[in-house]
């Protein structure tokens, strides 16, 4: 059990598309970054999707145009719509919910492979 919980990992074929989810027990303000991370076998974590205080949504280069994340404060969820798939996105996904000073939370993470 842990305060951040992602769900909606899978397998799906190249060109597919997932749709991931991030239950938070924590609330979720105005003020909260909320971010979408991910980490390929032999390298090292990277930011996929985020929110930023200001909810400006920032993506890495290699997902623009492909993912979009959301969320839903009232119900602290955070959403990672992935879309046209490639081999290059299999990695385990994590949820990032970072406050102003009180605390940095970090979801156990959910496997997504893109097979051939």
């Known amino acids: 059990q842990g305060q951040v919980v992602e769900s909606g990992g899978g397998l799906v074929q190249p060109g597919g598309s997932l749709r991931l989810s991030c239950a938070a027990s924590?609330?979720?303000?105005?003020?909260?970054?909320t971010a979408w991370y991910r980490q390929a076998p032999g390298k090292q974590r990277e930011l996929v999707a985020r929110i930023t205080s200001g909810g400006h949504k920032n993506y890495a280069d290699s997902v623009q145009g492909r993912f979009s994340i959301s969320r839903d404060n009232a119900n602290s969820m955070v959403y990672l719509q992935m879309d046209s798939l490639k081999p290059e996105d299999t990695a385990v996904y994590y949820c990032n919910l970072k406050k102003g000073s009180s605390g940095d939370y970090w979801g156990q993470g959910t496997q997504v492979t893109v097979s051939s």
């Open positions: 924590v609330r979720i303000f105005s003020s909260t970054v």
